[in-house]
């Protein structure tokens, strides 16, 4: 039938379709060789062996347990303390008589064949981190103790722990596998892949060759040398006992494949059947040659089945069992087991492959019945080379070749026959490289110890051991690690595997270990149950034929668990790994063929079964066995040579001269810092010494009594230069300066004793020193000797004009003239001294006892015989000595005439000012006008007196208005005009009863001193030492008067009110006193300082607690104690408080917040005082850091630097490398930078103290300046993450970043230079600087700049306020010398030591501005400006800028300004006036009101400020301004009361609802200002008092 032609059309589809893929599939393939079959890599970690449970068997897994764990405390506690010491078990049970071999024919192949297998399958050998210590007490008898000491300890370190076991007894320790149980090549390609891949070749498949050139030739080759320093265990070789680098080793894949010469022999063996095998291959598979992986894992796939067959089917039988006919050996239950076979024992449900089979290593196997090879290792290994001739095997013995080698231990023998294994140990490589075919020769025929319970000496008294313990007992030591690992008793382990208890009597059938048993029984004290380890019991059930029946249950339990558990195991097919005859080609490859494949060793050299050596029928029977130290011979060689005896080391050797160096050195740093501080003072104060030194100028001068000299002032005042004037008229000899402005005078016109001339005999012979009478010396130095003694001519000729004797020294140097010379600081001392016994006797109950409190009785006898020159009586009134009214009061109280004024003088003109009656003061006033005693003032002397109190201040008024005064009082006296002025009259001008009471209250008496004087009949103690002082002010009708000719006051009823602070009368209560002000005052600062600080020690309790609980598993602090938990803490410290002085550097940044609401709340203005405060809190925690790791370096330095690894984990070094003390303080960065900081913290606070910055403030900037290394270093510091992560940054970006912001800001203004354009020489040491006004410099009156003077150092700055105001064209600071760079830019600005006509004063930096001005003053209709101190100098600013608003054409609410200066003198701040009385002059709309308050009184002894007091009501009383400042500001002596001051104010302003308070001064003030208006707040009908204030 035929088909439809849809039909056909689908068959022709379908058949191209077919067509289609199968090209696809042959293009697809025909990159790849053909029939290559795709395998399954097996994981080199040994996870997902087991799919059904991936992490079985993989790497870090837990070792089971068979047996419950019996921990002493069931959790993780060692058990077996009841037991004996591990020590005496080892010399009781298992020593003996060595030398012994093996009664069924094991060799040393089968031996360390073994070894080689447990580093197959298991590694536990890493202790846990952080370390601890079992350690194993040695007794006093012991061979390791020969000194017999009581704390001699060998060191054992517990195993790596399942972190999250051990917790509770449910869940207890549970130690680790490092590597795979699976017998899957870790030996030979790594634990790893990174490991297998820098071992590789990556060329033909092979192992990396140490020779490219031996390729070809398996047998020669060797692995590549270990230049990359693979981390292979790396103890020190005990014989050596040094540490040795680890390139000295091969590139092999067991990590641990180096500890003796025989377990790496079976290194290189299996390493070149790998080549071989990949070479093999390469042959077989010509599509394989050029695919290296391909080769490799096909080479690795077979070595490693290869492998098992060995382990499994020719090494475990021979291990377990050999009957006597050494050919019959434990049966091993077959892979498959046959269906028909009528299984019933234990081993039943082991068959094929089973997922549900864990291939774990168990506890009982690793601890103990794995380490029975202990008993038959031999203590060394005979060297045999290869057999000559074609002898039989019967006459073999005459060729065997047995060689010898050379030894190189002193006192032992030059060469020997055999390889000790003692001495061995690691020092594996050279014997292996030399003689590999020789030692595997020797591993066939020496036979092993026989089976026993005894163990040779080179594994129980010479095993290796770390530096510190040379050579330890490993019997010891697996008894203390199965205790250590929580195993229980011999016969519970016995039960657990389905055996039966055993006592003492049937321990063991060998007759030979009978009496070890016996003795074992005897150290127990005859316990009925032998509570026996594990280790020692298992290997006293040894036989002959092999291991008793508890650990051959234990060995093959073990291995038949992990060939079935092994989903890769060679002869499962279900993984597709090999066929039935590749598996048949695995079972026929032996390790006797391996060898002969791999090595030259041939045939006729080795027996077939290398495991066994049958004598008489196999090659070379060994000569003798080797016995331990038995001093044996053959061919006149020893067999053997002698084990090196234990040693010890301590790890801080080497490094105790380099610890104390270090910390002594740092700790000297500091004395050297200060001694290099102290040294450049000197230095730079005799700079200052020379440059005060001027040259005097060599001017022509006509006249014969004009001189141009230099005159030294002092030791410590800079030298001027001067000109001298002979006034033959006055009888006087004048001194003033270039600008002829006066400085001294000389007044010789009473002068009755010798004038002494002094002459310099030494260098230029040009200085001339004057001596007069009660005068300070006067000390010039000329240009040249003949300067000088043209002046001392005319000096002598002037003295002889005026009669005056004198008296020529010549044979004085120089230096003894400065030495001798009395100075102006000198006589200061005195003079200060003679005022306060003054002002103190003024005011004594007991005027004739001149006995003062620290002030000696020589300094009183010659204090009372001080004599006052009018300029110093002038100095002391702080008014110029050419005054009349100076020249009137000293002739006055100059009662002798002597020209001078002593104590008693001066005391009784004192006492009358301070608490003499208003007659008795008027008294005074009068008798210093009636100059010629006649009891009446004329109109003209009258007039002189008030011109010469206007004088004074540099004031004047004109003759009119001086007639119009004059009126005005003759007609208050009712007197003619002009007609001459009687006493009586003249009380009626200042003493009548309305300014009596001013008079009379006008006193400095004190009741804490008993000060007297007329009362207004209150008692002293209840009458308040207060004084009302009014305002005058001029209104209309006062104007009017005024044109009339008149003067009239008018009271306001605004009240400044002041009292007298009264102070405790004791000690302990003025303490008290001053701490509760203190507390009261500075509570802002005190509740930010307290904060700061329980934050700071928040921060130092965290880590000083994470470390000492959090972190105990990092096991620091138990190598250092709790002082890591102290330094780590201290350091936290560090880092938060170093950070925080960023922010208190950040000036524009506090700049801005104080203009916010923020600065209510923070003290902005202590930002300075805090940085010193944290500063000082940053310094105690940096000694209680590095004094904290001095210790702990001392601990970490002591010890092994093996422990130290698992401690600081970020620190790797070669393994031959000791981290010493000089390791870890200048090799790490951590270290290194550790000292760098410190010196860097040394020198900053070096120069940071108050010394440094008066002497050497440059030298104090520039090395706060390394402030950029130290947050550098810092943050390196802790990148070194030596202990922890770097926390640095947590507390350091956030500053930083405010204050580089910060820091830009700055840099932004402060490079541009600024022409000064005038510089004033002030009084009291101020220099007045006016500069052009930067373009865009915008800046609010109050605030302040930062400046450098170009001539003193462009980096150099120091924080001043402006005294000019918003609106001027420039910029002006008032800047007061009281530090040597102030003092240096006073010099700098001195035109008149310049020097030259032309000079132009030197350019100045600013950066600013910075601070906050009180701009909401006109807001107000009220304000008041309260200034304190130097808060005082922001103001000078703000009140040009009030006046200069108030003169715009612009309304704005305000409408009186009320200025409260309060200071303790005005001493300091004299220039001050010269703004206020230039704001009084411009002020038209009498805006501002000043008042001044001079609150220093007797206690400070300040005779200007007392004066001030006497006087100054006189004068304001007839002028309307200050006596002494020519100002209308009224001066009050006292603190304000801001209260009541402010309360009547309201009285004065009724309709003002709001004043507006700012002030600016010390907290105390500003805290009584703010008090004052909260309770005027509190009161009703008064106006809202809103206070705005800054500190200072």
Not at 609 to 620: G, L, S
Not at 1373 to 1387: E, F, M, S, Y
Request: hydrophobic share 40%; with cysteine; net charge neutral.
């Amino acid at each position: 039938m035929s088909r439809s032609p849809c039909r056909r059309t689908m068959d022709v589809s379908y058949k191209r379709l077919l067509l289609f893929f199968g090209v696809l599939i042959i293009l697809l393939d025909s990159g790849y060789p053909q029939h290559e079959e795709e395998f399954e890599p097996i994981p080199q970690d040994g996870f997902f062996n087991n799919l059904n449970h991936p992490d079985w068997g993989a790497v870090d897994d837990i070792l089971i347990r068979k047996s419950p764990p019996d921990y002493q405390d069931g959790v993780y506690e060692p058990a077996g303390q009841d037991r004996p010491n591990p020590f005496h078990i080892s010399d009781t049970a298992h020593s003996g008589e060595s030398g012994l071999p093996s009664q069924r024919g094991r060799t040393a192949m089968l031996v360390f064949f073994g070894q080689q297998i447990v580093e197959e399958i298991l590694d536990v050998q890493r202790p846990g981190c952080p370390r601890e210590f079992f350690n194993i007490p040695v007794p006093k008898d012991h061979r390791f103790n020969p000194n017999n000491l009581d704390n001699l300890q060998m060191p054992l370190q517990r195993s790596r722990f399942n972190q999250r076991t051990g917790q509770t007894a449910g869940n207890p320790r549970q130690q680790l596998n490092e590597i795979t149980p699976f017998i899957d090549g870790t030996l030979f390609y790594g634990p790893g892949k990174a490991w297998t891949d820098a071992i590789r070749e990556f060329k033909h498949g092979y192992l990396k060759v140490r020779d490219p050139n031996t390729y070809d030739d398996i047998k020669s080759q060797f692995p590549a040398n270990n230049d990359i320093r693979l981390p292979f265990a790396n103890p020190p070789p005990p014989a050596d006992h040094f540490l040795k680098p680890v390139s000295r080793f091969f590139r092999l894949g067991n990590p641990r494949g180096f500890e003796n010469p025989f377990l790496l022999t079976f290194g290189v063996i299996w390493f070149r059947w790998h080549n071989f095998i990949a070479k093999k291959l390469a042959e077989e598979n010509v599509a394989w040659r050029g695919n290296d992986e391909r080769l490799f894992e096909e080479a690795r796939r077979r070595v490693i089945a290869h492998y098992q067959k060995i382990v499994m089917y020719d090494w475990l039988p021979r291990w377990l069992h050999i009957d006597t006919t050494l050919e019959k050996f434990f049966e091993i239950p077959s892979y498959l087991r046959d269906p028909s076979e009528n299984c019933t024992g234990r081993f039943c449900a082991f068959n094929g492959y089973d997922s549900e089979i864990h291939p774990g290593i168990s506890q009982e196997f690793q601890t103990a019945a794995m380490r029975f090879g202990h008993t038959l290792v031999t203590p060394g290994i005979w060297i045999r080379g290869p057999t000559t001739g074609n002898q039989t095997r019967m006459a073999h013995q005459m060729d065997c070749n047995w060689k010898n080698l050379p030894i190189g231990i002193p006192n032992q023998p030059h060469r020997v026959h055999a390889i000790r294994l003692c001495n061995a140990y690691w020092n594996s490589r050279e014997p292996v490289d030399n003689m590999l075919d020789d030692i595997i020769r020797g591993l066939s025929s020496t036979l092993a110890e026989k089976e026993d319970h005894i163990v040779v000496p080179d594994l129980r008294e010479h095993l290796f051991g770390p530096l510190e313990f040379s050579r330890r007992d490993l019997v010891a030591i697996n008894i203390q690690r199965g205790r250590e690992h929580g195993l229980t008793d011999f016969n519970s382990v016995r039960k657990a595997f389905g055996l039966d208890a055993v006592d003492w009597s049937n321990l063991t059938t060998n007759r030979d270990i009978r009496p070890a048993v016996e003795n074992l029984r005897n150290l127990y004290n005859n316990a009925s149950n032998p509570n026996l380890d594990l280790f020692v019991g298992g290997l006293l059930e040894t036989t002959d034929d092999g291991p008793g029946p508890l650990f051959r249950s234990i060995l093959l339990d073990q291995f038949m668990r992990i060939r079935h558990g092994d989903r890769f195991w060679f002869e499962n097919k279900g993984n597709g790994y090999f066929n039935d005859d590749e598996i048949q080609d695995i079972m026929n490859v032996t390790l006797h063929s391996i060898i002969l494949n791999v090595t030259n060793v041939t045939e006729n050299d080795i027996q077939e079964d290398v495991f066994i050596h049958r004598n008489y029928t196999d090659p070379c029977d060994q000569p003798n066995q080797l016995t331990a130290d038995s001093n044996l011979m053959h061919d006149e060689l020893f067999h053997i040579e002698n084990c090196t005896s234990l040693q010890h080391y301590d790890y801080f050797s080497g490094s105790g001269a380099a610890f104390v160096l270090t910390f002594v050195g740092l700790g000297l740093c500091v004395p050297g810092a200060v001694g290099i501080m102290v040294c450049m003072a000197k230095i730079r104060a005799k700079k200052m010494q020379r440059g005060r030194q001027r040259r005097a100028p060599h001017r022509p001068n006509d006249d014969p009594n004009v001189f141009t000299a230099v005159e030294w002032v002092g030791p410590n005042s800079d030298e001027r230069n001067v000109k001298v004037k002979f006034d033959r008229n006055r009888k006087k000899i004048h001194v003033e300066d270039t600008r002829r402005k006066p400085l001294r005078m000389l007044d010789l016109r009473m002068i009755k004793q010798k004038l002494h001339f002094r002459l310099s005999a030494d260098g230029l012979q040009n200085v001339i020193s004057v001596r007069v009478q009660g005068e300070i010396d006067l000390v010039l130095k000329f240009v040249d000797m003949e300067e000088r003694e043209k002046f001392r001519k005319n000096l002598d000729n002037f003295l002889v004009d005026l009669q005056i004797e004198r008296e020529l020294h010549q044979d004085f140097d120089e230096k003894r003239i400065y030495e001798n010379a009395s100075t102006k600081e000198e006589r200061q001392n005195y003079l200060d001294k003679f005022f306060r016994v003054i002002c103190l006797q003024a005011f004594n109950k007991n005027p004739g006892q001149l006995q003062i409190e620290g002030i000696s009785g020589d300094d009183l006898n010659r204090i009372s015989k001080v004599q006052l020159t009018r300029t110093e009586f002038a100095d002391a009134l702080g008014l110029k000595p050419n005054s009349v009214f100076v020249r009137n009061m000293f002739m006055m109280v100059d009662k002798d005439n002597s020209g001078f004024v002593g104590f008693q003088e001066f005391l009784d003109m004192f006492v009358v000012l301070s608490s003499g009656d208003a007659e008795d003061k008027a008294r005074l006033i009068f008798n210093m006008y009636d100059i010629k005693k006649q009891g009446k003032l004329s109109s003209r002397d009258f007039a002189r007196m008030i011109q010469s109190m206007l004088d004074l201040s540099d004031q004047s008024i004109s003759s009119t208005d001086m007639q119009a005064l004059l009126s005005a009082m003759y007609k208050s006296a009712n007197m003619p005009e002009n007609s001459d002025i009687d006493f009586e009259t003249f009380s009626k001008l200042f003493a009548s009863d309305e300014y009596e009471s001013t008079l009379r209250k006008a006193t400095l008496g004190i009741e804490a001193l008993g000060s007297e004087g007329k009362s207004d009949g209150k008692s002293a103690m209840a009458r308040k030492r207060t004084t009302f002082f009014e305002s005058y002010r001029m209104d209309d009708e006062r104007k009017q008067n005024k044109e009339n000719g008149t003067l009239q006051r008018r009271n306001t009823r605004v009240k400044i009110k002041t009292t007298i602070a009264e102070l405790p009368k004791s000690v302990m209560g003025q303490r008290l006193y001053e701490l509760t002000r203190k507390i009261e005052n500075y509570r802002l600062q005190i509740f930010w300082l307290t904060l700061y600080i329980l934050v700071t020690l928040g921060i130092f309790l965290e880590r000083a607690f994470y470390y000492s609980f959090e972190r105990e598993h990092a096991g620091l602090r138990r190598i250092a104690g709790y002082g890591v938990t102290v330094t780590r803490g201290a350091a936290s410290v560090m880092m938060f408080t170093y950070s925080s002085l960023l922010v208190t550097m950040s000036r524009n940044t506090i700049t801005f917040l104080r203009e916010t609401f923020l600065h209510r709340f923070i003290p902005f203005d202590s930002a300075h005082a805090m940085h010193k405060i944290i500063a000082m809190i940053a310094l105690l925690f940096t000694v209680v850091h590095c004094v904290g790791h001095g210790i702990n370096l001392y601990h970490i330095s002591t010890q092994a630097s093996s422990d130290l690894n698992c401690i600081f984990r970020e620190y790797f070094r070669a393994t031959d490398v000791l981290a010493s003390f000089q390791y870890w303080a200048f090799q790490t960065i951590t270290g290194f930078t550790g000292i760098l900081l410190t010196l860097i913290v040394i020198i900053i606070y070096v120069f940071a103290t108050p010394y440094a910055r008066k002497n050497l403030f440059n030298a104090f900037w520039i090395t706060h300046s390394l402030y950029i290394l130290l947050y550098i270093f810092t943050v390196m510091h802790g990148t070194g993450r030596l202990v922890q992560p770097p926390l640095f940054q947590n507390y350091f970006y956030g500053p930083l970043f405010i204050y580089v912001v910060d820091k830009f800001i700055s840099l932004s203004r402060n490079q541009v230079e600024i022409d000064v354009l005038s510089a004033d020489l002030l009084p009291s040491d101020v220099t007045a600087l006016k500069f052009k006004r930067p373009i865009n410099f915008e800046y609010r009156s109050g605030q302040w700049v930062r400046i450098a003077c170009v001539a003193l150092g462009k980096g150099e700055y120091h924080p001043f306020t402006l005294t000019s105001a918003p609106h001027e064209d420039y910029l002006s600071l008032h800047i007061r010398a009281v530090g040597p760079w102030t003092t240096n830019l006073r010099q700098t600005y001195d035109a008149n030591k310049a020097g030259s006509e032309d000079w132009t004063p030197p350019k100045v930096l600013i950066d600013g501005p910075f601070g906050e001005g009180h701009q909401d003053w006109y807001k107000f209709p009220v304000a008041v400006l309260v200034g304190g101190g130097i808060g005082v100098t922001p103001f000078a600013s703000i009140l040009k800028d009030i006046v200069f608003k108030t003169a715009q054409p612009i309304r704005f609410p305000c409408q009186k300004v009320y200025f409260l200066w309060v200071t303790r003198t005005q001493k300091q701040f004299e220039w001050l006036t010269d703004i206020i009385r230039e704001v009084e002059e411009k002020d038209k709309r009498d805006l501002v009101s000043v008042h001044i308050f001079i609150t220093q009184f007797q206690q400070k002894f300040d005779l200007r400020t007392t004066m001030l007091y006497i006087c100054e009501r006189h004068f304001q009383k007839i002028a309307g301004k200050s006596l002494f400042t020519g100002l209308k500001a009224i001066t009050h002596f006292g603190r304000p009361q801001f209260q009541e001051f402010l309360e009547s104010l309201h009285r004065e302003h009724p309709e003002a609802k709001q004043v507006g308070v700012f002030s600016c001064g010390p907290p105390p003030m500003t805290l009584n200002v703010d008090k004052a208006c909260a309770e005027a707040n509190k009161k009703e009908g008064l106006p809202a008092y809103s206070h705005h204030f800054e500190n200072f």
